[in-house]
């Protein structure tokens, strides 16, 4: 089959980009996107031109690494799909399609379709974790996690971080990919201590970064490829306003602790 | 130049050795902690959690990884699980049957003193993963669920649904971001290492290439940990990251860091097969699948029916038929073997015949679809995206692929290489998997080596070693940081006309065919030669293309596949050298008459231990032999 791309090329931060058009024939069915783009990419480099970056590695859907916008989508038109793991057989043979990097304030393009995603490292490191010393550990089983809270934590914890849902998202606000974390361990018996003073500073941080606000769009759980619920983002919003009531003073606790 | 092995086991009772090394280990005042500054680089399971737990000691740390966040390192990818000697399931596990199952899948090929360790730490792993808020599986009682894998006859794997691995990084990457946020750990994403910097014989330091802006720095510390993973991608085609590469511990060996057992490589039984010329990784399925699915191929030679048109009569449950005690859950090493061996006959399934079949047809006649859904569901879906067919209404095709590498950095007791202060942690080490590595090993071992051995044994090295002051103007940082300029100006300036990509699939499929599955004295021997003629072409005739003082994936991917092209050299010598097979090394010449692997344990009961001697020279060998006091090494057997 044969496609038709008009692809996103920017030299650097803050370089002026454009759409660049480019028809790749003798392309299969069975192919990834990424590797339709490599073929590209191959022919692009016999030709003495720049190859398109972007960003990639385990292309198995479970890194987080890759993502474009194809035709205003991000991740492209398959449900619950990486673009890693989309397939060209989903779209039809002469296929036109748009692609762009991630557009948010928060995540600038650093070159094509490659953005600076560490705006979500730096959420993270506020207070995206349990405080536990490596050794002071209890007995795996001496603490019962009900199967159901479990299973609803490990919901959560599948998101890989990817941003498709700032990408998505209206306002490029990043209130899943903080939820899930959230939620993940506020579900859990040993979330528990930090719990008020986690949501509060990864809010902070997250608002820090420039992520927008969110306004109940549901895109970006349209677009997740892990299918992240927004039903964590009410959970979110409960914990956050708790925390709130008991007072500042006592939530935020600076970086739980350590060393 | 002399090189010494010394393994520095310690002596006593297998049982009690990590317990006394611990008890005789110096230390490092903790307020002197601060004072000594540990690089880390890699961010997988190894390097976060090492990382992670060297700051909260309160070492000063920097960490390095090449993609752009620390949370995307491999490790990530992992998915059947973890094991652990826990016995929650009352059904006789214990950590010397640990121990002795991980021994026996290495085919006598490890050391005993680190496997036992290793057995012993696995419990604590699961306690540490837990308090971090891990989602491990759990039962309807609130309690860790488990499940079997290959090779072993107890149920003592721990896993996260099919996204074991991700769980556990994130749990490691998770403790790493509080360190960072704490000001104890300096982070380098989208930095990649390119040398270490050796100054009178120990590692002090080493240089980086930001791969943003291209700008190559130098980076000193008292010492440096190599956390790099392994190098699967000589293959080309394997279940690895596109990323994942030898450099590391390749340049490391060329600054005289000996490199064990490199052709001791993992073939994964249950990949998806290769739809064409295109393709540019392959995908795992889970080993786990092999709980619940059956494997077989049609007994007649060419047998084009639809699987679901063959008869139970004619099919070939063909491992359940030579291993009638381990069934589908061998060890990788035999699975792999056997599925080669009925495809070769002509039995294969699929385009190309490069295929078997995995069904669960009986599982979800027994279970239910939705037992099954729940048990495997992401890896199902994963299937069916990549191949558009169901495995819920038909059988998946898997096909053996490059997975994993028990060779790597030769290290001691203490995890350091030979060069001082040069420690190795991870899949980049050798140590704990001899010949063959079982099924989730891997995420312990990594775990073991970053949360309890490295942070105790680093600490004896730097109470002892004597450690100048040493900033970047040494000469010896800027001579190898000059060494490092000038092999990327080199590899843009070649100009040639191929591109790297073709360069590495050629080498790739070199490897496969030579020193992949199974290997011959004259195929290795041709292997070499043509690894040598390809060299040259490389450095005549590549095109890279693009400025160094840029982000270039072509001049990254150039210089991780001139690495290859040197480290393969040396992959098939160790393969020829080995006149015997071990585990996931097999030598046509040296099999029973069943096919199975002959040991020859009176020459190669040992580590092979390599020395760099210059590129195109012949590698100097040593040997470690390896000393069993509590097993006694026998013929594998899984019937």
């Known amino acids: 089959m044969r496609v038709t791309l008009h692809v996103w090329r920017q030299a650097g931060p803050v370089a002026l980009g454009k759409f660049v058009r480019y028809d790749v024939s003798d392309v299969s069915a069975d192919m990834s996107f990424l590797e339709m783009l490599d073929v590209l990419n191959q022919q692009l480099i016999g030709r003495r031109e720049e190859p398109i970056a972007f960003d990639h590695d385990c292309r198995e859907g479970i890194c987080g690494a890759c993502g474009m916008v194809i035709n205003g989508r991000p991740h492209g038109p398959q449900r619950a799909t990486t673009t890693c793991q989309l397939h060209l057989r989903s779209f039809p043979d002469g296929a036109e399609l748009w692609i762009e990097p991630w557009r948010a304030r928060a995540f600038p393009v650093l070159k094509d379709l490659v953005v600076d995603r560490s705006a979500f490292d730096r959420v993270i490191q506020a207070g995206g974790f349990i405080s536990v010393r490596t050794g002071s550990a209890p007995e795996a089983n001496s603490v019962a996690v009900a199967k159901q809270d479990a299973d609803l934590a490990m919901d959560a914890a599948a998101c890989i971080g990817c941003g498709a849902c700032v990408a998505a998202c209206p306002n490029a606000s990043a209130l899943l990919f903080v939820a899930a974390k959230v939620s993940h361990l506020g579900l859990l018996p040993q979330g528990q201590p930090e719990r008020a003073s986690r949501v509060v500073n990864m809010v902070t941080q997250m608002d820090a970064e420039g992520f927008g606000a969110c306004t109940n769009h549901g895109e970006c759980m349209a677009a997740c490829p892990k299918e992240i619920s927004i039903d964590f983002i009410a959970r979110l919003n409960r914990d956050y306003v708790k925390a709130a009531v008991r007072g500042k003073a006592h939530a935020a606790q600076g970086n739980g602790g350590a060393a | ?639």
């Open chain 2, 1 to 639: 130049m002399t090189m010494e092995l010394r393994s520095n086991s310690p002596g006593g009772p297998l049982a009690e050795k990590w317990e006394r090394h611990r008890a005789e280990l110096r230390l490092v005042n903790p307020a002197n902690k601060r004072k000594h500054h540990v690089i880390v680089v890699g961010t997988g399971l190894a390097g976060a959690s090492a990382a992670a737990s060297l700051a909260e000691l309160g070492y000063t740390v920097s960490c390095f990884c090449f993609q752009d966040s620390p949370r995307r390192a491999h490790s990530i990818a992992a998915q059947g699980g973890i094991n652990a000697a826990k016995n929650y399931q009352n059904d006789g596990d214990s950590v010397f049957r640990l121990f002795y199952d991980t021994i026996k899948g290495g085919d006598f090929r490890s050391r005993e003193a680190n496997v036992y360790r290793l057995a012993e730490i696995s419990a604590r792993i699961i306690d540490q993963c837990v308090a971090q808020g891990v989602p491990f599986a759990r039962e309807y009682g609130g309690l860790l669920a488990n499940r079997s894998f290959g090779g072993v006859q107890v149920s003592r794997t721990f896993y996260a649904r099919g996204q074991t691995g991700q769980q556990l990084l994130l749990g490691a990457y998770q403790a790493l971001c509080r360190q960072i946020g704490a000001g104890q750990v300096r982070m380098y994403p989208r930095t990649e290492m390119l040398d270490v910097v050796v100054v009178d014989g120990q590692a002090r330091g080493i240089i980086t290439r930001n791969l943003v802006d291209g700008k190559i720095s130098a980076h000193v510390a008292d010492a440096v940990v190599l956390a790099t993973g392994g190098y699967s991608n000589v293959y080309y085609l394997s279940t690895n990251a596109k990323g994942c590469n030898v450099t590391a511990i390749w340049r490391a060996h060329k600054r005289g860091a000996a490199l064990a057992n490199p052709c001791f490589t993992q073939i994964h039984p249950t990949c998806i097969p290769p739809t064409g010329h295109h393709q540019a990784k392959l995908t795992l399925m889970s080993e786990s699948l092999r709980n619940d699915g059956r494997i077989w191929v049609p007994l007649r030679k060419g047998d084009a029916r639809a699987p679901g048109d063959i008869p139970e009569t004619e099919r070939d449950y063909y491992l359940e038929r030579r291993y009638p005690s381990y069934g589908n859950l061998v060890p990788r090493d035999l699975a792999s073997r056997r599925a080669k061996e009925v495809c070769d006959e002509g039995r294969g399934v699929g385009p190309g015949g490069h295929g078997v079949y995995l069904d669960f047809r009986d599982a979800i006649a027994r279970l239910g679809e939705a037992a099954i859904a729940d048990r495997y569901g992401n890896l199902f879906q994963m299937y069916q995206r990549i191949t558009a067919e169901s495995p819920y209404r038909a059988p998946m095709r898997i096909y053996p692929a490059p997975h994993y590498t028990m060779g790597g950095l030769w290290v001691d007791y203490n995890l350091m290489s030979t060069i001082p202060g040069l420690h190795v942690i991870g899949e980049a080490n050798f140590s704990d998997h001899g010949a063959n590595r079982l099924g989730a090993s891997a995420l312990m071992q990594g775990l073991a080596d970053g949360y309890f051995i490295l942070p105790y044994t680093i600490g004896d090295y730097l109470a002892q070693a004597n450690l100048p002051k040493l900033d970047a103007t040494h000469p010896a940082v800027r001579q190898t940081g000059a060494q490092v300029a000038d092999r990327a100006r080199k590899l843009l300036e070649v100009n040639g006309r191929r591109s790297v990509d073709t360069f590495h699939r050629e080498l790739g499929r070199l490897m496969w065919d030579r020193c992949g599955m199974s290997r011959n004295a004259a195929g290795l021997k041709d292997a070499i030669q043509k690894i040598c003629v390809l060299r040259e072409e490389f450095w005549d005739d590549v095109y890279v293309g693009g400025r160094g003082a840029d982000l270039n994936e072509a001049l990254e991917q150039a210089g991780r596949v001139s690495d290859f092209l040197e480290f393969a050299e040396l992959m098939c010598r160790d393969a020829l050298e080995r006149d015997e097979s071990c585990g996931c090394h097999f030598r046509e010449e040296y099999q029973t008459p069943e096919g199975e692997a002959r040991r020859d344990d009176e020459r190669f009961g040992h580590v092979a231990a390599w020395e760099f001697t210059g590129v195109g020279k012949t590698p100097l060998l040593h040997t470690e032999p390896l000393q069993f006091e509590a097993v006694h090494p026998s013929q594998r057997s899984y019937t």
